[in-house]
């Protein structure tokens, strides 16, 4: 097989799709899900994207053979995930454990891992071609609830493409079933720490169901932003990394009151993100503009979650403020209503985030003014290890949360080619927005951020906008 010198020649052969099921006999049984689970923002498909060397105390042993023979071991724990999530009365959502399996994909691409470069693009073509195809039509209902697709390389590397239905599990839950797998592939004959369902203790009360906060993310804008993001949504997006090291943070710790530098990494990248986007989006000042965190609220229970659930355990949670004051006012400003935002997750808030989806038909998350952004920088998807070593890149497999990049942005833990750790973050805009929103950003950190389309081992979509073209 021929190594192209491009990934303009880069091609995968795929072999026909199988279900894999549990090694085991398994319950045939219908679960609930947890109201937090089965809300309306979660009903997508979350990929993820794993990227491996080739380790020669693997030599001659086929990573395909091993993922799918640790597979169907864990799918014996872990057998929900080889069922299918159905709709009842009130779109409640439920597990059926038919033990029908998950979707398993071989296949052989014509690169090595080197290929892809430090500088390259990773080209549409190239994302579709790793993640295994799939029939979307059903959505996350009377389908599999877990695709993989590995990609043997011809270096001895491979590609190991996930792609989950939300609604079973967030991030935390995926790294406990893939560790699991990983466990399985490394001899172990049940997981270290055994999945606990539990659904019921997210869901509703019963005595009754009450609102015991505000949920402003839940809820229509009180200005009217559609104008503006139709204007810019009729362009075509491009997408930057940002590399946020050390000296980055520092200077923007240093453009805060001294008793907001102890802010957490997360919540100043956040305000100052979603600050210089909405002046690059150049929303009329009396507009308003949200930023919706993804936040783990596993820590915020009482009593704790066993440690082995598996199911959503997060909140979205919305700053809100009219354009002006966000644009006008220092980055402490913004900051601030990041970290009331936050601070608002508590035991209490989740029980009464479960009872809106119950007594509001399961509300969707407002869109209109705003921005996502989840924070996977302290996921352990890079330690995954089935023999191969840990991963060059574990995280997720595009730029944004959902289908539209314009809204949303990871942030995921790096090191780029110097050596120097930090956080990458994803951006998606119109180019002329793309042109102000760097300019902003450059300049609230002196100049020394550094934008790539692709980073070594990241291997994000993204495209090269050199910034005098834009």
């Not at 947890?34 to 086929?62: C, K, N, T, W």
């Not at 989950?164 to 991030?171: G, R, S, V």
């Not at 780029?416 to 998606?428: C, H, M, P, Y």
């Amino acid at each position: 097989m021929m190594i192209p010198s491009s990934l303009s020649d880069f091609s995968v052969r795929r072999q026909q799709a199988v279900l894999v099921a549990p090694a085991k006999p398994t319950p045939h049984e219908l679960k609930p899900l947890s109201d937090i689970d089965d809300q309306a923002g979660l009903r997508f498909v979350m990929p993820a994207l794993f990227f491996y060397r080739a380790e020669p105390s693997m030599a001659g042993r086929d990573p395909a053979k091993v993922i799918r023979e640790a597979l169907a071991k864990t799918l014996v724990f872990y057998y929900p995930f080889a069922g299918r999530v159905r709709e009842g009365p009130a779109q409640k959502l439920f597990v059926d454990c038919t033990g029908e399996g998950v979707m398993f994909v071989e296949a052989d691409a014509n690169v090595r891992i080197q290929d892809f470069g430090d500088d390259l693009p990773l080209p549409t073509h190239v994302l579709e071609d790793l993640i295994c195809e799939t029939d979307v039509s059903s959505g996350v209902l009377n389908s599999p609830i877990f695709l993989i697709q590995v990609t043997r390389l011809v270096c001895g590397g491979f590609v190991l493409a996930l792609q989950l239905n939300h609604t079973m599990c967030d991030a935390s839950g995926l790294v406990l079933f893939m560790k699991a797998i990983a466990e399985m592939a490394l001899g172990a004959t049940t997981p270290s720490v055994r999945p606990v369902w539990a659904r019921e203790l997210l869901s509703a009360r019963n005595n009754p169901p009450r609102l015991t906060h505000a949920h402003p993310e839940y809820e229509e804008a009180k200005t009217e932003t559609a104008n503006s993001e139709a204007t810019w949504l009729t362009s075509p997006m491009v997408q930057r990394s940002l590399f946020f090291g050390s000296e980055e943070l520092s200077a923007l710790r240093n453009r805060l009151p001294p008793r907001l530098r102890r802010s957490s990494a997360f919540e100043i990248l956040t305000a100052c993100i979603w600050r210089s986007r909405t002046m690059a989006l150049q929303y009329q000042n009396e507009e308003e503009v949200r930023v919706i965190c993804v936040v783990n609220a596993r820590n915020k229970f009482r009593p704790a979650l066993p440690a082995g659930y598996y199911g959503n355990a997060l909140a979205f949670v919305a700053a809100i403020s009219n354009v002006r004051e966000l644009c006008e006012k220092p980055l402490g400003y913004a900051l601030e209503l990041v970290k009331k935002a936050k601070d608002e997750v508590t035991d209490d808030y989740m029980r009464s985030v479960a009872d809106l989806m119950v007594m509001r038909g399961r509300p969707q998350l407002m869109t209109k003014g705003g921005y996502f952004v989840s924070d996977v920088t302290r996921m352990a998807l890079g330690e995954i290890n089935f023999g191969w070593g840990a991963p060059l890149y574990g995280g997720p497999g595009r730029g944004s949360v959902g289908e539209d990049p314009g809204f949303s942005s990871f942030f995921i833990r790096f090191r780029n080619s110097k050596g120097e750790d930090g956080i990458l973050v994803q951006v998606s805009l119109p180019p002329l927005a793309m042109q102000r929103f760097l300019v902003d950003i450059e300049s609230m950190t002196k100049d020394r951020l550094t934008t790539t389309t692709t980073i070594h081992h990241h291997f994000a979509h993204a495209y090269q906008y050199p910034l005098s073209k834009l």
